[in-house]
């Protein structure tokens, strides 16, 4: 089992960054795929980017070169630095961690004016 919780979440205006924060819980948080999603207004969840186990990230497109995703294994945290943030980036923002199964947080909303 494994418990996620976000932060970081808030108002920003377009051109701005803000940086999302996942603490977890479990024995084996370093053996865990790590993702954040985003699920904006009216649409469906959608992955934004992961980190697996051994470090390897990858991106959608629409956030490439603006996003990072990054993990610590010694304190169980992922975090997500995003940059050059869009309104079209507003969105609840979600943890999860995969091993055999998915795991979610309850999410932290972002929300970019223009």
């Known amino acids: 089992q494994v418990r996620l919780v976000e932060s970081g979440g808030g108002l920003v205006q377009a051109g701005g960054s803000l940086r999302l924060s996942c603490a977890a819980s479990?024995?084996?948080?370093?053996?865990?795929?790590m993702a954040w999603y985003r699920q904006a207004p009216g649409k469906q969840r959608e992955l934004v980017a992961r980190i697996t186990s051994g470090g390897s990230t990858d991106y959608a497109d629409s956030v490439k070169g603006r996003f990072t995703i990054s993990r610590d294994n010694a304190k169980k945290m992922v975090f997500l630095q995003m940059n050059t943030l869009k309104p079209e980036d507003t969105a609840v923002y979600y943890c999860?961690?995969?091993?055999?199964?998915?795991?979610w947080g309850t999410g932290t909303l972002v929300t970019v004016s223009s």
């Open positions: 999860n961690a995969f091993l055999g199964g998915d795991y």
């Open positions: 479990g024995k084996i948080f370093n053996a865990y795929n």
